[in-house]
Antibody
Framework: QVQLVQSGAEVKKPGASVKVSCKAS??????ITWVRQAPGRGLEWMGW????????KYAQKFQGRATMTTNTLTTTVTMELRSLRSDDTAVYFC??????????WGQGTLVTVSS | DIQMTQSPSSLSASVGDRVTITCRAS??????VAWYQQKPGKVPKLLIY???TLQSGVPSRFSGSRSGTDFTLTISSLQPEDVATYYC?????????FGPGTKVAVK
């Protein structure tokens, strides 16, 4: 089993950037996906990063504004989101990928964007 | 991009009822659909992957099937602990889009 532990809650002003980290331990895994959930809303897929190659795929909506990186030494995956807006206020989750490989999720990180 | 529609958006059923949730892909995606359960305030949990493979540890009352581009999640006998929102997700190729969700309540 893989355990994923995310960094803590963040409060940011509009236009700022945020980095959310996801530290993995336990079994190996193929990749990490990032999903967010705005208050009272559904799940939104943001992107995916390969655990070994660092290859990435982003949802069109986040292309150019989000960057996902992996540090194999520290087994930490980081998601940076820039030019924050109020509608980026959400809980951000990392999760192992693909489905069925394993099913491990981080605990979620609340990012609040407010002036 | 391939869209995932989900129906119904919400339902209420009695304990013991058979519940069916449907997800429709706008294009062919083979069996690359996963189903998740999310209880209020909790992290999503994988129930089904490959359209019909039950994730380890998930109760056998949950099952999944596919007919063409229609995917179905069935709860054979609804239990009080099944109150949650259920999401489908396509994963044949990026973007790995989620359906809008189905909120399940117990009468």
């Amino acid at each position: 089993q893989v355990q994923l532990v995310q960094s803590g809650a963040e409060v940011k002003k509009p236009g700022a950037s945020v980095k959310v980290s996801c530290k993995a331990s336990g079994d190996s895994f193929s990749g990490i996906t990032w999903v967010r959930q705005a208050p009272g809303r559904g799940l939104e897929w943001m992107g995916w990063i390969s655990a070994d190659s660092g290859n990435t795929k982003y949802a069109q909506k986040f292309q150019g504004r989000a960057t996902m990186t992996t540090n194999t030494l520290t087994t930490t995956v980081t998601m940076e989101l820039r030019s924050l807006r109020s509608d980026d206020t959400a809980v951000y989750f990392c999760a192992t990928w693909p489905p069925g490989d394993s099913d491990s999720w981080g605990q979620g990180t609340l990012v609040t964007v407010s002036s | 991009d391939i869209q995932m529609t989900q129906s119904p958006s919400s339902l209420s059923a009695s304990v013991g009822d058979r519940v069916t949730i449907t997800c429709r892909a706008s294009q062919y995606i083979s069996n690359y659909v996963a189903w998740y359960q999310q209880k209020p305030g909790k992290v999503p949990k994988l129930l089904i992957y490959g359209a019909s493979t039950l994730q380890s540890g998930v109760p056998s009352r949950f099952s999944g099937s596919r007919s063409g581009t229609d995917f179905t999640l069935t709860i054979s006998s609804l239990q009080p602990e099944d109150v949650a929102t259920y999401y489908c997700q396509k994963y044949n190729s990026p973007p790995f889009t989620f359906g809008p969700g189905t909120k399940v309540a117990v009468k």
